[in-house]
């Protein structure tokens, strides 16, 4: 299996701009996770689906951040309009029941 | 809540030096304990695990016992080697909520030669 595929890897965008994330998760898994990481604040937990479905959204910062999984093996993540305090590098993982999460190489967004 | 506390970072140390990284948590009832790994530049690894009281978990010769007495999870390595420079996260995922795991703030490792 090809892991966790998050695009794209670098993402340079101008403040104001619509942002949107990709992440492909390991077949067969039935969790995937949204995490978002900086020097400050450390792993975020932003949202998390299972079977599709969004679970818990409570780590989603502003109504500016949507996120969307249409079916097993694709989700998005969506800033709108983004800021530069956006700026981080964000992960995807996938999960099975208590095997660990997998991560993706994550996406290093920086808004100027 | 539930949480992870872990030593505070940097920590360095030569090569073949002897580590550890202490992991303390919060919890109700029996969660299941992890050490994931990342690398510069990449996505956290899952190290090892252990699911219950007195379990150890080991991988590339890291190794980490389940501690129900002290809530505790130490990191441990014998010998550790220039490649092993990495953050190191300790997590848990609780008994009732297995799909959601809580991660630590995170160690950063330097082995120098």
């Known amino acids: 299996d090809a892991g966790v595929i998050q695009s794209p890897r670098h993402e340079v965008t101008e403040m104001g701009q619509e942002v949107t994330l990709r992440c492909k998760p390991i077949?067969?898994?039935?969790?995937l996770f949204w995490y978002r990481q900086t020097m400050m604040r450390g792993l975020e937990l932003l949202i998390y689906f299972n079977n599709n479905v969004p679970i818990d959204d409570s780590g989603m910062p502003e109504d500016r951040f949507s996120a969307k999984m249409p079916n097993a093996s694709f989700s998005t993540l969506k800033i709108q309009p983004s800021e530069p305090r956006d700026s981080a590098v964000y992960f995807c993982?996938?999960?099975?029941?208590?095997?660990?999460?997998?991560f993706g190489s994550g996406t290093r967004l920086t808004v100027v | 809540g539930n949480s992870v506390t872990q030593m505070e970072g940097p920590v360095t140390l030569s090569e073949e030096a002897f580590l550890t990284i202490n992991c303390t948590y919060t919890a109700t009832g029996y969660p299941s304990l992890f050490w994931y790994v990342q690398y510069p530049g990449e996505g956290l690894q899952l190290l090892l695990k252990a699911t219950k009281a007195d379990d150890k978990g080991s991988n590339k010769g890291f190794e980490a016992t389940y501690r129900k007495e002290t809530t505790s999870f130490h990191l441990e390595k014998g010998s550790v080697q220039v490649s092993d420079s990495a953050v190191y996260f300790c997590a848990l995922s609780e008994e009732t909520s297995y799909d959601k795991v809580i991660f630590g703030p995170g160690t950063s490792l330097s082995v120098i030669p």
């Open positions: 993982a996938s999960s099975v029941y208590w095997s660990g999460y997998t």
């Open positions: 077949s067969g898994h039935d969790y």
